[in-house]
């Protein structure tokens, strides 16, 4: 019994060590994890894919690369590739791959938020639910019951102690 609580302490603790690293600690080195919402940029990026995104300088994007940019509301991003660019009017024209018409609007320079270098399929799924109250409930539990199984190891390594004098 105590190498089960010992084990199950270990193995939660892993999982959240691997969500850490995933979901977390990129954001140190200035990478931004985003939870792809739609298949416009599909098959490349599938929804509920996970995309890492690092910052880029616009001046050194070209045709057929990938951005991320915010729209005009300040808080929508949206991952597609550039079709064209207005270097005189600092402008990207962008396309997801699955869409069939490009872009309506052009997107300044300053909207650019930088170009994704990494995806996780599923990933952006998981996320998406530990961000819900439910999903934060759930990591809540799972750091109790690793201070209950180290708890009762602890308790059950005392046990064997008392019954061996």
Not at 47 to 76: F, W
Request: aromatic share 10%.
């Amino acid at each position: 019994m105590r190498h089960l609580c010992k084990w199950l302490a270990l193995a939660i603790c892993g999982i959240l060590a691997v969500l850490t690293i995933l979901l977390v600690l990129p954001g140190l080195f200035g990478i931004h994890p985003l939870i792809v919402q739609s298949g416009s940029m599909e098959p490349v990026y599938p929804k509920g894919s996970m995309v890492y995104i690092r910052s880029a300088d616009p001046y050194r994007l070209s045709e057929g690369n990938i951005v991320t940019y915010r729209l005009e509301d300040g808080k929508t991003l949206v991952t597609h590739r550039i079709m064209r660019m207005d270097m005189d009017r600092k402008e990207i024209y962008t396309k997801g791959d699955a869409n069939e018409l490009e872009d309506s609007t052009a997107t300044s320079f300053e909207q650019v938020e930088g170009v994704p270098f990494f995806c996780i399929p599923y990933l952006g799924y998981f996320a998406g639910y530990l961000s819900s109250m439910a999903g934060k409930a759930g990591i809540v539990m799972l750091v109790v019951m690793v201070c209950l199984l180290s708890w009762m190891d602890g308790a059950l390594m005392k046990q064997r102690e008392v019954q061996e004098e």
